[in-house]
């Protein structure tokens, strides 16, 4: 993939990865926002119930920003710990 006109190896990112996507999100499909793991392989795939704005802001919210601020709170030094 290019970036700024650059290629980059995407598969090369050490940095943790959190994937969120919606079952019935119209505006952001989740296969193409699950699509990072081809990318980027050791990135985590979170998938909830509802659609684009009902994950951030209805009844599946609490769980996204519990599972969003755990994954910041474990991935804060990279993806191999340091």
Do not use: C, N, Y
Not at 37 to 63: D, F, M, N, Y
């Amino acid at each position: 993939a290019k970036v700024g006109g650059r290629m980059v190896e995407l598969a090369a990112v050490r940095m943790p990865v959190l994937s969120v996507s919606a079952e019935k999100d119209a505006i952001a499909p989740p296969a193409g926002v699950d699509a990072v793991q081809k990318l980027v392989p050791h990135a985590e795939v979170l998938r909830l119930p509802g659609g684009h704005v009902g994950i951030v802001a209805g009844r599946t919210a609490a769980s996204l920003w519990q599972r969003t601020v755990e994954f910041l709170a474990t991935s804060r030094g990279g993806a191999d710990g340091t």
